[in-house]
């Protein structure tokens, strides 16, 4: 069997480089480490961690769904854990922990459910603004 780099074993298995990565560093992805020092996985494990998906052993293309970003132009992003989802009729709340902050965001229902959001998963707030606004605290 070959062994893959990081990213294309990210590819194959439908997740982001960077989940990946954590999961390697995390022990979760068994990997060999080259003489310069690059994780490299073999494609059998690339196998194990489908199959623990529920895809089946040789599923290794990329699983998308129909209107799915898989990259995005926007440069200001923020990642952090979903803290709270409050829904109440067509909008809903999101506020996502992002190192020792808060981040509150007002989405729709549809976007809540097609992401599938939930207490306590990983997700990207993404900012695009033409102002920025700076304040200061009394002292």
């Not at 995005?72 to 020792?100: F, K």
Request: a positive charge; hydrophobic letters at 40%.
């Amino acid at each position: 069997m070959a062994l893959l780099t990081p990213r294309t074993a990210a590819d194959r298995l439908g997740v982001s480089y960077s989940t990946l990565k954590q999961w390697i560093y995390k022990g979760l992805v068994r990997t060999t480490v080259t003489g310069g020092g690059h994780h490299r996985v073999d494609e059998r494990e690339v196998d194990r961690l489908t199959a623990a998906q529920g895809a089946g052993p040789k599923a290794t293309a990329k699983r998308r769904r129909p209107g799915v970003l898989v990259a995005l132009s926007g440069r200001n992003q923020l990642r952090g854990i979903v803290e709270e989802v409050r829904v109440e009729g067509l909008l809903a709340q999101v506020r996502l922990r992002i190192g020792d902050q808060r981040l509150t965001a007002v989405i729709t229902r549809d976007a809540v459910d097609e992401l599938r959001l939930k207490r306590g998963q990983p997700a990207l707030a993404v900012i695009k603004s033409t102002e920025v606004m700076i304040g200061r605290e009394a002292e």
